[in-house]
């Protein structure tokens, strides 16, 4: 049904905090491709973060499938 491209969202944030930062995420050359940039944490910090999209249909998914409660992390380094 087509994504929504306002709705493909990196939702990001410092472990422990409690409001996401949203950044829009964009095509890569293909259109099934994106990347977003995140911006900078200081080291040692603990990130966390999950992808969600629209699509015309009205549906809305995230990844990982539990997120916001589900999410990925990485530590800076």
Sequence with gaps: AG???AEL???VRAQGEGDWNEIVL???ETGSDFHASIPGFASGSR???YVSASDNSGRH???PRTAPD???SF???
């Design 61 to 63: 998914e995230t990844l």
């Design 75 to 77: 530590t800076v380094e």
């Design 9 to 11: 969202l990196l939702h």
């Design 70 to 72: 589900g999410l990925y």
């Design 3 to 5: 994504l929504v491209e």
């Design 26 to 28: 964009t095509t890569g």
């Design 47 to 49: 990130v966390e973060y």
